[in-house]
C-alpha cells in the first residue's frame, strides 16, 4: 500500500487535526498517511500575535516543506491560511466544517451577559476584542496569545488546563500566567477537536459575534504538480483529497475569504464573516469594526448561484459595500 507523509505543526490542535484530516483521506485513497512535524516559524515567536509581522507565519513552513516534498501535503487552519494564493500549491480539499462560532470560557458557569462589570475577558483577536466590547463596553480586555491549553489556563478555575498544554514543541513555560481572567474566548471548533466542550460556557451566535473568515474550516494543501500537467491524469493523493471536499463549506467559505481579500485584511484584523446555505441560496453576513466597538459595520448579501466563482463574486461584492460605507477608515485597514 503506498504511503503519504502529512505535515503538520506539533501543537495539540495541529495534531489533532491533522489526525482527523489525515484519517479521511487515508480512508478515501485506501492507503497510509503518517504525520510528521514540521516545527514553524510561529511557534518560536513570543509577543502579541496582532504585532507580529506579516500574515500566514504557521503555514509558511509548511508550505516550503510541501514544495520541497519533505511531505506530500498539510492541513490548514483556514482561517491562518493567507488569502493569497502559494505559487505551486494548490487547496485540494476542504472537508465539512466544525461549529464555525466563537466560544466563550467563564468561570463558574458564567454567561457573557452575566459576568461582572469591569470581568477581564482574554483575547488576543481584535475581531473578538471589539465585539465584546460592543456587547458590554465596561468589559477590560486582556491581550492572551498561546495555544489552546495555555489560553483556557487563564480562567480562574481553568488553571490546570495549562498542565496538559504542551504539545511536541511547547512545553509548560514556568512561571506562565494563570487564572488572571474571569473568561476567554477561543473558537468552538478548537475546543470541541481537542475534546474540551466541557471548558465553553456559552456558544456566542452568529448575530451576535462574527467568526473570523474560513473559523472552523481546515484546508489540505498540496503541490498542484498532484494534478498532474494539462492531460495527465490526478494522482492517486490529488484524487483521495478531492473526495474529501466539502461544497457547502467551499461555497461559504470562498465568499467569506473573498471579502477578506478584497478588504485587504489578514486573520489579526477586526473583520467577521459567516456564510453558509440557506433555502438554497449561499447567504454572507459580515461585520467591520473599529477596533474598540463602538462603531460596526455589518452588510449582508447573497446569491442563488451554487458555483465557487459566483461565492467569490459574493464576497468582493460585499467587500465593496463595506467599503462605500467607509470600513478601510473605521478598520484602521491599510489599502
Ligand atoms: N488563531 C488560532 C487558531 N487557529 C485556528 C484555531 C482553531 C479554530 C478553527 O478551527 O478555525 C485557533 C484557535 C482559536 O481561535 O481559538
Given at each position: 500500500m503506498s504511503k503519504y507523509l502529512l505535515g503538520t505543526r506539533g501543537s495539540a490542535l495541529a495534531l489533532t487535526q491533522s489526525g482527523m484530516a489525515g484519517a479521511l483521506v487515508a480512508e478515501a485513497g485506501d492507503f497510509d498517511v503518517e504525520l510528521k512535524t514540521v516545527k514553524t516559524e510561529g511557534d518560536v515567536l513570543t509577543g502579541p500575535l496582532s504585532q507580529?509581522?506579516?500574515?500566514?507565519v504557521f503555514a509558511a513552513t509548511l508550505r516550503m516543506r510541501i514544495l520541497d516534498s519533505t511531505v506530500d501535503f498539510a492541513v490548514h487552519s483556514l482561517k491562518d491560511l493567507p488569502t493569497m494564493p502559494a505559487e505551486g500549491?494548490?487547496?485540494a480539499a476542504i472537508p465539512e466544517r466544525e461549529d464555525p462560532r466563537d466560544a466563550l470560557c467563564a468561570r463558574?458557569?458564567?454567561?457573557l451577559e452575566q459576568l461582572p462589570e469591569g470581568a477581564r475577558v482574554g483575547t488576543g483577536s481584535p475581531r473578538r476584542a471589539a465585539q465584546i466590547l460592543a456587547l458590554r463596553p465596561d468589559i477590560e480586555i486582556v491581550d492572551i496569545r498561546g495555544n489552546v491549553g495555555t489560553r483556557l489556563a487563564r480562567v480562574k478555575g481553568l488553571e490546570e488546563h495549562g498542565i496538559a498544554a504542551h504539545g511536541l514543541h511547547g512545553e509548560?513555560?514556568?512561571g506562565a500566567i494563570t487564572g488572571d481572567c474571569d473568561a476567554v474566548v477561543l473558537a468552538a471548533s478548537g475546543l470541541i477537536r481537542l475534546g474540551k466542550?466541557?471548558?465553553?460556557?456559552?456558544?456566542?451566535?452568529c448575530d451576535k459575534v462574527l467568526p473570523a473568515p474560513g473559523q472552523g474550516a481546515l484546508a489540505l494543501e498540496t503541490r498542484s504538480t498532484e494534478f498532474g500537467a494539462e492531460g495527465d491524469q490526478p494522482s492517486e493523493l490529488a484524487r483521495a483529497l478531492v473526495a474529501v471536499d466539502h461544497l457547502e463549506t467551499r461555497l461559504a467559505v470562498t465568499a467569506e475569504r473573498a471579502l477578506l481579500r478584497r478588504l485587504e485584511a489578514g486573520c489579526a484584523a477586526p473583520v467577521g464573516a459567516y456564510g453558509r446555505i440557506q433555502d438554497g441560496s449561499l447567504v454572507l453576513d459580515t461585520l467591520v469594526a473599529h477596533p474598540n466597538g463602538t462603531r460596526t459595520l455589518r452588510h449582508q448579501d447573497s446569491t442563488s448561484d451554487m458555483s465557487v466563482e459566483a461565492a467569490y463574486e459574493l464576497g468582493v461584492r460585499v467587500a465593496e459595500a463595506l467599503l462605500d460605507q467607509g470600513a478601510a477608515e473605521l478598520a484602521g485597514l491599510t489599502l
Amino acid at each position: 500500500m503506498s504511503k503519504y507523509l502529512l505535515g503538520t505543526r506539533g501543537s495539540a490542535l495541529a495534531l489533532t487535526q491533522s489526525g482527523m484530516a489525515g484519517a479521511l483521506v487515508a480512508e478515501a485513497g485506501d492507503f497510509d498517511v503518517e504525520l510528521k512535524t514540521v516545527k514553524t516559524e510561529g511557534d518560536v515567536l513570543t509577543g502579541p500575535l496582532s504585532q507580529m509581522g506579516g500574515t500566514g507565519v504557521f503555514a509558511a513552513t509548511l508550505r516550503m516543506r510541501i514544495l520541497d516534498s519533505t511531505v506530500d501535503f498539510a492541513v490548514h487552519s483556514l482561517k491562518d491560511l493567507p488569502t493569497m494564493p502559494a505559487e505551486g500549491l494548490v487547496v485540494a480539499a476542504i472537508p465539512e466544517r466544525e461549529d464555525p462560532r466563537d466560544a466563550l470560557c467563564a468561570r463558574d458557569g458564567l454567561t457573557l451577559e452575566q459576568l461582572p462589570e469591569g470581568a477581564r475577558v482574554g483575547t488576543g483577536s481584535p475581531r473578538r476584542a471589539a465585539q465584546i466590547l460592543a456587547l458590554r463596553p465596561d468589559i477590560e480586555i486582556v491581550d492572551i496569545r498561546g495555544n489552546v491549553g495555555t489560553r483556557l489556563a487563564r480562567v480562574k478555575g481553568l488553571e490546570e488546563h495549562g498542565i496538559a498544554a504542551h504539545g511536541l514543541h511547547g512545553e509548560k513555560k514556568l512561571g506562565a500566567i494563570t487564572g488572571d481572567c474571569d473568561a476567554v474566548v477561543l473558537a468552538a471548533s478548537g475546543l470541541i477537536r481537542l475534546g474540551k466542550e466541557d471548558a465553553i460556557t456559552e456558544y456566542l451566535a452568529c448575530d451576535k459575534v462574527l467568526p473570523a473568515p474560513g473559523q472552523g474550516a481546515l484546508a489540505l494543501e498540496t503541490r498542484s504538480t498532484e494534478f498532474g500537467a494539462e492531460g495527465d491524469q490526478p494522482s492517486e493523493l490529488a484524487r483521495a483529497l478531492v473526495a474529501v471536499d466539502h461544497l457547502e463549506t467551499r461555497l461559504a467559505v470562498t465568499a467569506e475569504r473573498a471579502l477578506l481579500r478584497r478588504l485587504e485584511a489578514g486573520c489579526a484584523a477586526p473583520v467577521g464573516a459567516y456564510g453558509r446555505i440557506q433555502d438554497g441560496s449561499l447567504v454572507l453576513d459580515t461585520l467591520v469594526a473599529h477596533p474598540n466597538g463602538t462603531r460596526t459595520l455589518r452588510h449582508q448579501d447573497s446569491t442563488s448561484d451554487m458555483s465557487v466563482e459566483a461565492a467569490y463574486e459574493l464576497g468582493v461584492r460585499v467587500a465593496e459595500a463595506l467599503l462605500d460605507q467607509g470600513a478601510a477608515e473605521l478598520a484602521g485597514l491599510t489599502l
